[in-house]
């Protein structure tokens, strides 16, 4: 018997009038009071529990109680090959394990609590109800930092994700109890993240307004474009993408729309770091095939930048390099090609995060306001994804525009803000397209989004020959191609033996484009101009 059959029974038990409505709604007498005008609906929520609302103002718990039923009989059916997922802890101040909400694969829920012999009991009677992560949250409250609260666990943990406090009632939507406001009294500020349903909204309302009494700053929030925290975080959205649209007591925040005349607008140069190739305060795509020498590219890039010899606008300067990078090893490759490319070392920064739970990866667009924070303090220059696509949230969909365009925008603002170039390194898809630009790995926003876009390649009818060249530049004149070589160098004797790497080494420009040299156009030319052994390495950059 499912669960809402299991409380149209109990109503019609009890001799409540039943009457069904659309779909699985029914609207029925309360059982908890004398209800002479049917006031309880019942209906079956989205993930499949029952539902269940007296418009007269019974609690949930007052509702069930009489019915002789339980929390978990309104929940649905586990599936034969259901599997946990995860277990959410509810402890009391001191760290103690109250009880845990468990989270199944297809998605179910079960509460449950310990049996004081190493198992469980699959109820929750008795047992005292508080916020999720209770200690942090007092710890919050008396610290002035602000709190953030969730409809659900998975929500709250993403937004922790962020490094706010973040917690959640019991149950979700329609469960705040008056002791969950009574925890959060005399906090400093406190933001609800509404789900964009009329449920969720109401529900976001309900804690608002028990909170306003308690606390010095109280509103609710919601996406602009998804559904709750975790579709938000995870299309690459951050805290202050939120759209304020409740105060307690006030009116909903409004949106005015102002015009300026372009008069006013002070116009600037666009400013390179490499000339012609990566513009400052924007995204620059390098892509490539895998081995195909657009890490070697870069990362002499970086080292001519870190000694002030890369012709652009921080020439004579040198200048720091931040560099994320998830493929390689420090040790055994990167930090050998820079010293193959004669960087200054000390310039270049190799980025680590320290989070509450100890050593992570960084994140984007979770980690963007600190790593501006930290590359404005070393002066960085060039900020370097290797590769773009493992540094952006892991449930991105990198084939979905809408996605993809919400990830980047972010991290094209903190590049606007740092004032520093950032180029993230991109394979080619498998596809069979001649567009250079449709060979990018993933959705089109990727070479839509960056102003720049590099390509490295091999050059057809030419012995071991490659070149460099672009195939997008929205703020200029196209840059001419470069021909280059990997060649390999002996950078270091250790006591386990030398330390071999591979190194670039530049070739001519050339005015032709990489469609041309891609489909061999003019062979003879490529075979004569792609690398001249009077153009030293140390002569372009």
């Known amino acids: 018997m499912s669960g809402l059959d299991l409380v149209i029974g109990r109503l019609e038990l009890f001799g409540a009038r039943v009457q069904a409505g659309h779909g699985d709604t029914y609207v029925a007498q309360c059982p908890a009071h004398d209800d002479h005008n049917p006031s309880l609906v019942v209906s079956r929520g989205t993930d499949g529990r029952v539902l269940v609302h007296c418009h007269a103002g019974c609690t949930y718990e007052e509702i069930l109680n009489t019915l002789g039923l339980e929390s978990k009989d309104l929940m649905p059916e586990l599936e034969e090959d259901a599997q946990e997922l995860a277990a959410y802890s509810y402890t009391d101040e001191n760290g103690t394990l109250l009880y845990q909400v468990v989270r199944y694969v297809p998605k179910a829920f079960r509460q449950r609590r310990p049996d004081g012999n190493g198992g469980w009991l699959w109820n929750m009677e008795g047992v005292r109800r508080v916020l999720y992560r209770l200690p942090t949250v007092l710890d919050a409250v008396k610290c002035g930092a602000t709190i953030w609260i969730a409809e659900g666990e ?26 969950y406001a009574d925890t959060l009294k005399g906090a400093t500020k406190v933001v609800i993240v509404a789900d964009a349903d009329e449920p969720g909204r109401k529900h976001a309302r309900v804690i608002a307004d028990s909170l306003a009494p308690l606390v010095g700053n109280v509103g609710v929030v919601e ?10 975080l995870v299309a690459g959205l951050g805290l202050r993408d939120f759209r304020l649209t409740y105060r307690p007591g006030g009116e909903a925040p409004t949106r005015r729309v102002n015009l300026f005349s372009a008069n006013k607008v002070r116009v600037r140069p666009v400013r390179w770091i490499w000339e012609g190739r990566m513009p400052a305060g924007a995204l620059t795509l390098l892509a490539g095939r895998e081995g195909g020498g657009k890490s070697s590219c870069a990362y002499d890039v970086a080292a001519s930048l870190t000694r002030g010899v890369l012709p652009g606008c921080c020439y004579g300067h040198p200048r720091s390099v931040i560099v994320a990078a998830t493929e390689d090893s420090w040790e055994h490759t990167i930090a050998p090609r820079l010293m193959a490319a004669r960087a200054e070392l ?38 370097l994804l290797d ?12 084939h979905k525009d809408a996605e993809v365009r919400r990830a980047l925008e972010p991290l094209v603002r903190a590049s606007n803000q740092a004032d520093w170039a950032t180029v993230g390194i991109i394979h080619l898809s498998k596809a069979a397209v001649t567009d250079p630009l449709q060979m990018v790995m993933g959705s089109r926003a990727f070479p839509a989004v960056a102003r720049s876009v590099l390509f490295v390649g091999n050059t057809p009818n030419t012995h071991r020959r490659r070149m460099l060249g672009q195939i997008k530049n929205n703020l200029g004149q196209f840059a001419p191609s470069l021909f280059f070589e990997i060649e390999g160098e002996r950078v270091a004797d250790t006591p386990e033996g030398p330390v071999w790497t591979s190194r670039v080494r530049w070739g001519d420009e050339s005015t032709l484009s990489v469609p041309e040299i891609l489909q061999g156009a003019n062979a003879e030319r490529l075979v004569e101009t792609a690398f001249s052994p009077a153009i030293a390495r140390s002569d372009l950059f």
């Not at 996406?223 to 938000?232: G, I, N």
């Not at 952006?392 to 969909?397: A, E, I, N, R």
Request: hydrophobic share 35%; aromatic share 4%.
């Open 154 to 179: 998975k929500d709250a943990e993403n937004l922790m994700t962020q490094g706010v406090c973040a917690t959640t009632p019991l149950g979700g939507a329609g469960k705040w109890r008056s002791e």
């Open 346 to 383: 000390g310039l270049v920064y190799r980025v680590e995060v320290e989070s509450s739970e100890g050593p992570a990866e960084v994140v984007l667009p979770v980690d963007l306001d600190e790593l501006v924070r930290v590359g404005k303090d070393v002066g960085a220059a060039l900020f």
């Open 387 to 398: 590769p773009l696509l493992s540094r952006l949230s892991p449930g991105l969909d990198t």
């Open 223 to 232: 996406s602009p474009s998804h559904k709750d925290a975790t579709d938000h």
